[in-house]
């Protein structure tokens, strides 16, 4: 049998050494409840730590982890694929790139929104980026974080994409705090990836996802169960005894059930051995990554001899956001792995009126056969799902 690393040393050396025998289970938490204390997480890393030791248990445990997030998350089985139909109007030229106003379709009746930034002054074929938001107040798609950083990438010679939570800004057909937004939220990521390999300069070769807090759960639950994606950035959200205040994060089984038992530490852990960095920071629930929950992802790495494909930007004197250090340090690992140029990630003179990227107004409503409510968008989902079978 091989030897185990000294981080898997150290977390067997909790004292938790026969299997799940000293995680916190399911049935010991509500479905939805967030947080774990920090010695309770600890404790259940160590747990999940003795049942895999090799590349082919941790696989075995990989594919068990990811069918249960999909039933988890009523994904199980996947919608069938409707027709895209994309919208793309309100074309800006800027220094460097456009940005342009997006709807498109995840279901038939159903709209995923948001802004394409596209770069003007790179030739060749483009990597490719999605770039979720977290629960800020307002209309976070957006707001001065997001353009910054689509921006940014753009100028390097990304293909940017931001697009809306469900309930947020232009996704305004059903309230965001609903079991199914959850749900949602996982195949619109799906379907954007879908919607940016379809655009000719897309390197279909090069796609990644990055956001901050709940967008950095979209972004490793995204990265978990599409293996389309190739660069994972999840940022101020992986942490071992926080699975995420919001019912989008929380609400479904995703993390526990009867045949699963993980948390977000090993959810991140899915995408090795691809690149992925995790942004994390002193004053919220990520404060302790550099010592427990990064190790962890590491000793994943590890079995695949891929430990230099990870890596952990900590700002223990920062708090909870995408702010400038922590877009640089993105824009320098997405340009170590897809061999463009982090001083190019020019974001001055980047900001334009919010309201100049609204997808729907009165001069282009959204479109009349629109599904409005959960309970419409659920039995669409329901009904694309049974087509598939």
């Known amino acids: 049998m091989c ?31 967030p947080r774990l204390s920090e010695e309770q997480a600890r404790q259940q890393l160590a747990g999940f730590a003795a049942t895999w030791h090799t590349r082919e248990e941790w696989q075995a445990r990989a594919a068990n982890i990811r069918a249960g997030i999909l039933r988890g998350a009523n994904l199980s089985p996947l919608p069938t694929r409707c027709d895209l139909k994309p919208i793309i109007w309100g074309r800006q030229q800027r220094r460097g790139y456009t940005v342009e106003n997006v709807a498109f379709e995840s279901l038939p009746g159903f709209f995923v929104t948001g802004n394409l930034y596209r770069p003007t002054d790179a030739t060749g074929r483009h990597a490719a980026m999605l770039c979720t938001h977290g629960h800020w107040d307002g209309t976070p798609r957006v707001m001065e974080m997001m353009q910054n950083r689509c921006v940014g990438l753009a100028r390097m010679g990304v293909v940017a994409f931001a697009y809306d939570m469900v309930g947020y800004t232009d996704s305004t057909q059903m309230e965001h705090k609903n079991r199914l937004s959850l749900t949602l939220q996982i195949w619109d990521s799906m379907r954007a990836l879908d919607f940016v390999t379809t655009l000719p300069e897309v390197d279909s070769a090069r796609l990644g996802c990055t956001g901050e807090s709940g967008g950095g759960t979209q ?11 190739g660069l994972s950035v999840p940022t101020v959200q992986v942490s071992a005894h926080f699975f995420g205040g919001c019912i989008c994060e929380s609400g479904l089984p995703i993390h526990h059930s009867a045949t699963h038992d993980t948390d977000n530490v090993e959810i991140a852990a899915l995408f090795a051995p691809k690149p992925q960095l995790l942004i994390s920071d002193g004053k919220d629930w990520t404060h302790n990554v550099p010592k427990v929950e990064f190790p962890y992802i590491q000793s994943v790495y590890k079995t695949f001899g ?7 930007a900590h700002f223990a004197e920062e708090g909870h956001d995408y702010g400038p250090t922590k877009r640089q340090a993105m824009y320098r690992f997405v340009a170590k ?30 479109p009349a056969d629109a599904l409005q409510g959960a309970e419409a968008i659920g039995a669409a989902l329901r009904k694309s799902q049974s087509q598939g079978l």
Do not use: I
Request: hydrophobic share 40%; glycine share 8%.
């Open 3 to 33: 030897q185990y690393s000294l981080v898997k040393r150290f977390f067997l050396g909790l004292g938790v050494a026969c299997g799940l025998a000293g995680c916190v289970h399911a049935q010991e938490l509500p479905m939805n409840e």
């Open 219 to 229: 972004t490793f639950l995204l990265a978990a169960v599409d293996d389309r994606l």
């Open 306 to 312: 891929a430990e230099d494909e990870v890596e952990n």
């Open 337 to 366: 792995h897809w061999g463009l140029n982090a001083a190019q990630a020019d974001e001055t003179d980047s900001v334009v009126p919010g309201d100049s990227l609204r997808v729907f107004n009165s001069d282009h409503p959204r």
